[in-house]
């Protein structure tokens, strides 16, 4: 028979193996996605993640991708993380395993908005993806004749997402990933930067800026922030 004070040891050791263990999964757990970023922790010299929710007809979602989120990542692309998210406020149908859209600014927005979802996951290179859809927003009135004219290489690629079920598909998880914002999308577009909304009208205004304080005291955001203003 174990001795009571061997069976405590052995009870105490059991305890700290399985709370090591606990803790490496926790610290290896994968990379957020578009439908957990209400729980997004971001690691300490990770970059910032930031989220832009928004609709491919959309004035002010132009204006944003164009005039704040394109030059941010060019000044600060070490520390920014971008995803995007086309679908704004659209509505999904599924009827006989068929998904159609209704999107705020008519069929057309709908089409702009998988093209715009399929050119995110098409293409690798960050910036390159940030200058193709902020090309294509600029004039989505023909959606498949603006995405011929900005992606270029990525051409086929692009195209044959959107054919696909796979568009469809994009489009439908980014409306989940929209639809499950809390609070709910009042305004588009919506930027959530690290999980949270707050501070839009700052973030819109001067999307630098907000990356920069939630950057952190790291030499490198340093560096690229020093003169932001």
């Known amino acids: 028979m174990v ?38 922790q971001r690691a300490i010299g990770a970059p910032v993640l930031v989220k832009v929710f928004y609709e491919a007809l959309c004035p002010d979602s132009k204006f944003f991708l164009t005039k704040q989120l394109l030059p941010a990542y060019e000044a600060a692309a070490p520390i920014m993380e971008v995803l995007l998210v086309p679908y704004g406020k659209a509505t999904t149908s599924e009827n006989d395993g068929k998904l159609s859209f209704d999107c705020q600014h008519g ?19 960050p910036l390159v993806r940030l200058q193709v859809v902020s090309c294509m927003i600029r004039d989505n009135r023909s959606p498949q004749e603006a995405m011929r004219k900005c992606a270029k290489q990525h051409v086929d690629l692009v195209q044959k997402c ?60 340093k560096q690229i922030c020093k003169n932001t203003v």
């Open 162 to 221: 959107y054919d696909s079920n796979h568009g469809s598909e994009l489009l439908k998880q980014n409306g989940e990933a929209t639809h499950s914002l809390r609070p709910q999308v009042t305004f588009i577009p919506t930027i959530t930067i690290d999980g949270y909304q707050g501070r839009q009208a700052s973030i819109l205004k001067n999307l630098l800026f907000e990356v920069c304080k939630a950057a952190g005291d790291t030499d490198q955001a």
């Open 107 to 125: 069929p057309t927005e709908c089409q702009a908005n998988i093209y715009h979802a399929c050119a995110s996951e098409a293409i690798e290179d």
């Open 3 to 40: 001795p009571t004070r061997k069976r405590i040891v052995i009870i105490i050791c059991v305890v700290v193996i399985l709370g090591c263990l606990l803790r490496i999964l926790l610290l290896n757990s994968p990379l957020p996605t578009l439908s957990d970023q209400e729980n997004y």
